[in-house]
């Protein structure tokens, strides 16, 4: 019916349609594309390892021959830096690993990314030697080419970097994930220990570096950035030179099929165990996978409805369970039988209603219903003592009995969505609060709506889509400062998104403002607040001495970064410094007009990158540049790089600033992006 349908609607155009990475032979007709000619004005551009396929399509085949030497060295070059050409003794050599490469640019790439910042002629000598052997070990272009790869993997510097660079073949083919998505997956695998590293953020901040270190060697890429979210995946080459290492060194099992009803005994040795997006619709009644050393099964993106009872039997070792966006309704009561389990992620079960009686999953770490269909919270969850991680971003859910949380003594993590009145009152030892689609609330502050002081080890804090808010934290007379400023003076990290109605972070009525507040804040991220016009009040700059990045982005109404006081009408300058700011972004910002007003000066002498993007109406640069010994200006110190669109060129120039002699110091520092 779909392919009738698609024939139909492009029968009726030209096109020029591309199917990429075709591996088996198929009609054209079949999946509703039409015959391509001439007189129709249609094209199809297949790309495919297989010349059987193309010739079976009567394609006009264009070989894509291996790059030329001297493409070759130039590709490696860009990749590795040109510097190291300079090292002495190394060109011979340079040139004799690029011939290794035999001109694939994925390998190219790849290898010279594992011997970025290697300037020891000794260990390019021995890499050569690597590479040599492993190529004359094998016969067969596709063992030569996995050899190639192979030698990038075999140098990443720890066991810990390489089981988390084969976690990432338990994704399906050119499947793209968030940062945090991966990370959040090392860390529930255990491939990075929260309880070795003290805390969750530190997991994170762990979890960056080894990422950063795979993005660095080519064996990760990224390929779109929403929002403050960066996207990426693994080259499908890449990934299944992974799947080739993953089978017989490191127990995993990867399935790629339509079906697993008449699989029999190919799990039973495998640890992990990915059947994601494989067109399951159904699992048997009685099916039984009998793994007896399973720790990981993943079973997302199915359109599974129903989990027969008889699946988790023989599974007493597994620690991690994802059933993320299936069609699934319940699960079975077996599942509370699996008294190892650690993680259960149900993100995006839309169908799933109910859970059964959790209580006796005393083991369970990590519970994430984001997306889910549950409308009640799940009973005996507040008796889980090892919980760690929750998220309740449920669209039906409505409440959540007061005295639940505080119950969870070892959460760190929490998402939630609020409606109405609902009271939070949150549990020690919390880390993370995401708290997003806030709705029908009859106050209008965070700190009036979610009761703090028991989460006194609260670090970071996230607010998303919550209408109602209008500023984060309020005082009055009647408030308590005691209640709230221990709380926020440890929060190193806020970010609030898509709050249409939030005018200014801290209001204070009748009350002196806290000193406290947000004084170890570290990151400031600001995202599509329509109302906010000013980002800092003057009075709150003394509390954010720790400040180390301010982001502001897509924020229609934003005039000033720094608020000037509208009781101040002394014609003095004043100065205000951020000695610890490092970033300053800020994008998309059409009315902002100014940094801080026309009598302040920053100083920023820690500053090392500044990012400027569609705000047409900055016209005044408030930064004062220090001074050295022989009363000469100079940069900042630790400047890199002051970056702007190339549509922003006009702007750099109407600029002003406070010394006539900056500008020309600071232009060593331009760099333009489109």
């Not at 006009?60 to 001297?70: A, H």
């Not at 959540?400 to 505080?406: A, E, V, Y």
């Amino acid at each position: 019916m779909r392919a009738a349908e698609l024939m139909d609607i492009m029968g009726r155009r030209k096109f020029v349609l591309i199917l990429d990475d075709v591996w088996d032979k198929f009609s054209l007709k079949d999946v509703g594309i039409p015959d391509p000619k001439v007189q129709n004005g249609c094209k199809v551009v297949v790309t495919s390892r297989s010349i059987e396929v193309c010739s079976y399509l009567r394609c006009k085949i264009v070989k894509v021959k291996p790059l030329s030497r001297e493409k070759s060295l130039k590709l490696f070059l860009d990749t590795v830096g040109d510097d190291i050409s300079r090292v002495t003794g190394l060109e011979d050599i340079l040139k004799l690993i690029v011939e290794e490469c035999a001109g694939l640019p994925l390998a190219i790439v790849v290898i010279a990314a594992s011997m970025r910042g290697v300037d020891d002629v000794n260990v390019w000598r021995n890499a050569l030697t690597e590479l040599r052997e492993r190529v004359k070990s094998v016969n067969g272009w596709d063992a030569e080419i996995f050899q190639r790869l192979r030698f990038s993997f075999d140098h990443l510097d720890s066991l810990e970097i390489q089981k988390c660079f084969l976690y990432c073949s338990l994704f399906r083919e050119d499947y793209e994930f968030f940062r945090m998505e991966l990370i959040e997956g090392w860390i529930d695998d255990g491939l990075i220990d929260i309880d070795d590293l003290g805390s969750r953020q530190k997991a994170y901040d762990r979890g960056h570096a080894l990422l950063d270190k795979l993005v660095k060697n080519c064996l990760i890429e990224k390929t779109a950035q929403y929002k403050s979210h960066e996207v990426l995946k693994m080259h499908d080459v890449v990934r299944d030179m992974a799947i080739k290492i993953i089978g017989p060194e490191f127990g995993y099992m990867v399935k790629e099929l339509r079906g697993v009803a008449n699989e029999r005994g190919w799990a039973e040795d495998f640890r992990k165990l990915s059947l994601m997006a494989i067109h399951i619709s159904e699992l048997p009644v009685g099916l039984s996978l009998k793994c007896l050393n399973l720790s990981t099964l993943i079973l997302s993106d199915n359109h599974i409805s129903e989990i027969p009872k008889s699946l988790f039997e023989d599974m007493g070792t597994l620690k991690v369970l994802d059933l993320s966006r299936t069609d699934i309704e319940t699960l079975p009561d077996s599942i509370c039988d699996l008294e190892n389990l650690s993680v259960l992620r149900l993100r995006g079960c839309q169908r799933l209603k109910c859970l059964p009686f959790l209580g006796k999953l005393r083991a369970l770490k990590k519970l994430d219903l984001q997306g889910a269909g549950i409308k009640v919270v799940p009973q005996g969850m507040e008796i889980l003592e090892s919980l760690e991680y929750l998220n309740l971003f449920c669209r039906d859910l409505k409440d959540i009995p007061t005295g639940i949380l505080p119950k969870l003594s070892s959460l760190q993590y929490l998402a939630l969505k609020i409606d109405g009145e609902c009271m939070v009152v949150l549990p020690d030892n919390l880390e993370d609060l995401w708290i997003e689609y806030m709705q029908n609330m009859t106050s209008r502050s965070l700190n009036k709506i979610i009761l703090l002081e028991n989460a006194t080890e609260l670090r970071r804090c996230v607010i998303h889509q919550c209408e109602g808010i209008e500023c984060v934290v309020e005082l009055d007379s009647s408030s308590s400062p005691s209640l709230c400023c221990p709380v926020l003076d440890k929060v190193e990290y806020l970010c609030i998104n898509d709050l249409p109605n939030l005018s200014v972070l801290v209001r204070v009525e009748g009350v002196p403002t806290p000193p406290r507040v947000f004084s170890n804040l570290k990151e400031l991220s600001i995202y599509c607040c329509d109302e906010m016009r000013k980002l800092l009040p003057l009075e709150l700059l003394q509390a954010l001495q720790n400040l180390e990045e301010i982001r502001v982005w897509n924020c229609a109404e934003m005039e000033e970064i720094i608020a000037s006081s509208d009781s101040d009408a002394s014609s003095d300058k004043f100065t205000f410094t951020f000695p610890k700011l490092r970033m300053l972004e800020l994008g998309n910002l059409p009315k902002l007009k100014s940094i801080c007003s026309a009598k302040g000066v920053m100083i920023y002498d820690s500053i090392e990158e500044i990012d400027i993007y569609k705000c047409p109406e900055l016209k005044r640069n408030p930064f004062q540049l220090p001074l050295l010994d022989n009363g000469q200006l100079s940069p900042p110190p630790r400047l890199t790089a002051i970056k702007i669109h190339k549509s922003s060129k006009g702007w750099w120039e109407s600029v002003e600033w406070d010394h006539p002699n900056a500008k020309n110091l600071l232009q060593p520092y331009l760099k333009y992006y489109s």
